[in-house]
């Protein structure tokens, strides 16, 4: 017993040790280019392109604007074109899924029902914001029967995107693809999930793994066309490279953060953090909205559910929805997708989409005038750095372990 407490004493201190280093090297990170954001952010050269006639751009606030006019997708999961919510904004994922669900299913047909989708939601007068995970370092060949999704060993091994096998091969399926994504409902497409996940060897430089994914988004633009091109993360761990991408090779970036309740600080705190990584790093102007959000459920990091939905809850009143979607609009978001995965009649997640129809003139109307104006970030020390490592629940859980 004793050397158990002893065991897990150690792996307290190497754990608070490694994130302190985290905390003080984030801190760097933004300081480091603190003043230059503030000095040059209303005088970035501006991210805009021309896609099937339609004219784009994002402002210095990190608003899109779309043929002349605010563009700020509002919509979930769980909705379908011409849905009587009033909710026009609709995500499409191109991955493993319907594979792993169905060997018999081709890519396609695949393709076909990509395509068919879009149609459907371009008719209902509606946009859209496509998903490519279909391909990548660690399934260069895409989708197939049988394929399911299975995380290497060690995590996504990033380095691999610039191993020219590895280039081809993903380009091969995105090509594939592209003549059904392209749509001129599209308004963005986002590269892969959560990417800050992958593991970012430290052999070369943020700079250098912002030059090979921009590769990456040239070659999007160059087979679906010139539409803005995202990057995407949950939280701010682990995302130095992919924000220094999103700042210099990207349109935007994409973000996945929930609130536990209308005012957590700690939600709203993240997401002012993103965007000051991002401001930090940005050499154009860029996008920044919200890809997955609504109500996290209040549940240790690693606890068990019987249902992953558990862990995003609906919303428990339009009042609290309210909160939690001001929260996202006063922390700088200009966009917004509801994690519920359904919205049918027997949904548990039908009066939250209710709501977020409700709330949708409010909800955009702030985020297209809320202005993003920081100061530099406020001076914070390795002490206080410890300070917020103990607050980490990975921590807490090992504290109780060893009895305090």
Not at 283 to 306: K, M
Not at 378 to 391: F, H, I, N
Request: with cysteine; charged share 25%; glycine share 10%.
């Amino acid at each position: 017993m004793a050397r158990d407490l002893l065991c897990d004493g150690r792996r307290l201190k190497l754990l608070l040790i490694a994130l302190v280093g985290v905390a003080v090297t984030d801190l760097a990170f933004a300081n480091d280019s603190a003043s230059r954001a503030q000095v040059s952010r209303r005088d970035l050269a501006q991210s805009s392109g021309k896609y099937l006639g339609h004219r784009w751009h994002i402002d210095p606030n990190h608003l899109m604007w779309w043929d002349g006019k605010p563009y700020v997708p509002f919509g979930g999961f769980g909705i379908e074109p011409g849905n009587e919510f009033g909710l026009r904004t609709y995500n499409l994922w191109i991955d493993l899924d319907p594979f792993a669900r169905n060997p018999q299913y081709t890519r396609e047909q695949h393709r076909r029902d990509i395509a068919e989708r879009l149609k459907r939601i371009a008719d209902s007068g509606s946009t859209c914001i496509v998903q490519f995970s279909m391909a990548g370092p660690q399934m260069l060949e895409g989708p197939g029967p049988d394929r399911k999704w299975e995380e290497p060993k060690g995590g996504v091994d990033a380095s691999r995107l610039a191993d020219p096998h590895v280039k081809r091969a993903i380009f091969k399926v995105w090509a594939e693809y592209a003549p059904a994504v392209r749509n001129e409902c599209v308004r963005a497409v986002v590269l892969w999930n959560e990417i800050n996940g992958w593991r970012w060897p430290d052999h070369t430089s943020d700079e250098k793994y912002a030059s090979l994914l921009a590769e990456y988004v040239r070659e999007v633009k160059q087979v679906v066309g010139d539409l803005p091109v995202c990057l995407k993360i949950v939280g701010t761990w682990n995302s130095r490279t992919v924000i220094a991408a999103a700042g210099s090779a990207a349109d935007g970036l994409g973000f996945d953060i929930w609130f536990h309740h209308a005012h957590d600080t700690r939600a709203s705190g993240d997401i002012e953090r993103a965007l000051r990584m991002l401001e930090a790093r940005q050499q154009r102007t860029t996008w920044f909205f919200i890809t997955e959000g609504g109500r996290g459920a209040d549940l240790p990091e690693n606890s068990p559910v019987e249902d992953y939905w558990e862990r995003w809850p609906p919303f428990r009143s339009r009042e609290e929805a309210a909160g939690i979607l001001r929260g996202y609009a006063l922390g700088g978001a200009k966009g917004f997708i509801y994690n519920g995965p359904s919205s049918g009649a027997d949904s548990k997640y039908r009066d939250s989409y209710r709501w977020l129809g409700q709330l949708k003139r409010e909800i955009t109307e702030i985020m297209i005038q809320t202005d993003i104006s920081f100061g530099p970030p406020p001076p914070r020390s390795a002490k206080g750095a410890a300070r917020a490592a103990r607050d980490d629940p990975r921590v807490q859980d090992m504290l109780q372990s060893v009895g305090e």
